[in-house]
């Protein structure tokens, strides 16, 4: 019989709590929802307001992904959405507003991507986001040392700089905004990608050919784009071990870039209640509106 749990008045069903959806270290669904109910006091300010994608894996990250940023069939009524603008047409996604809304949609097994702006403003970007994807044989130590040439660069131009891990092989660098047009955000994002190429030429690529990419890090800067989305920070990602999405201290990427040891930003389900409790919310500083930077020209 599939458990009821209540949770701030709601009542939820939760399913298949045994399940194991990581096999190499015999994580269970259980335990990433248990997870997602410990980071709800991070997580849930990084959904907020903003229109959630899911990527679903619910027979694990080997097993059928699905994308999907529609309304899913059986959403229950409680569930917010909001009407965001397609190329297609208007649609209605998701809104992640509160604790019941989280522990529903992670009875689904899902990451979760949000784009850089929020419902109410579509399109209006309140962030930057630059995505350093390295190209075995590089790998997050070498995205480290990018991601610090462009820390210093934003900084010159008069912003306040965040890091992530992406949860997977690389870094997201973001950047608070004052809200502005996506599309301006994506050709400043471009200019910045270029500029790193020129200045680290042996390390930085900015387009997405492959064939560019062995041994050097991609600087994606498309995630800017108002179509896109990113991967959440504090979000569980679908890949061989219970990764997440994790903020960084600038110490800790200076650290990593500097000792060349990759395992240094590797972080796991089981170990961030402990990392919270140590090092606070690190993303704090990106929704506070003091920290928000104007865009040059803006």
Request: net charge positive; aromatic share 8%; proline share 8%.
């Amino acid at each position: 019989m599939t458990p009821i749990t209540e949770v701030e008045g709601r009542r939820l069903a939760l399913s298949n709590l045994d399940k194991v959806l990581y096999p190499a270290s015999g994580f269970t669904k259980g335990e990433v929802l248990h997870y997602y109910a410990t980071a709800a006091d991070v997580l849930l300010p990084e959904l907020r307001d903003r229109p959630v994608s899911f990527l679903r894996f619910p027979d694990g990250p080997e097993g059928q992904l699905f994308f999907t940023k529609n309304v899913l069939p059986g959403t229950p009524a409680w569930v917010r959405t909001a009407e965001v603008p397609r190329s297609e047409g208007p649609a209605r996604q998701i809104l992640v507003q509160d604790l019941p809304t989280l522990m529903w949609a992670a009875n689904l097994v899902t990451e979760f991507h949000t784009p850089q702006w929020r419902a109410h403003a579509p399109g209006l970007a309140d962030r930057l986001v630059l995505d350093l994807d390295p190209g075995p044989p590089a790998t997050v130590v070498e995205a480290c040392r990018v991601a610090l040439w462009l820390r210093e660069r934003l900084v010159a131009d008069g912003f306040s700089v965040y890091v992530k891990t992406s949860g997977s092989k690389g870094l997201h660098v973001v950047v608070p905004l004052v809200p502005v047009a996506s599309a301006r955000v994506s050709a400043y994002a471009k200019e910045l990608a270029v500029a790193a190429e020129r200045a680290l030429p042996a390390l930085v690529v900015h387009r997405m050919t492959r064939s560019l990419r062995p041994g050097k890090v991609f600087v994606d800067f498309s995630q800017n784009a108002a179509a896109k989305t990113t991967a959440t920070a504090y979000t569980v990602r679908a890949r061989g071990e219970p990764t997440v999405s994790a903020p960084l201290a600038w110490g800790e990427v200076e650290r990593c870039g500097g000792v060349g040891d990759a395992g240094l930003l590797v972080f796991r389900a089981p170990d961030m209640a402990a990392r919270l409790r140590r090092e606070g919310d690190l993303f704090a500083g990106v929704r506070e509106p003091g920290r928000a930077g104007l865009l040059p020209g803006a």
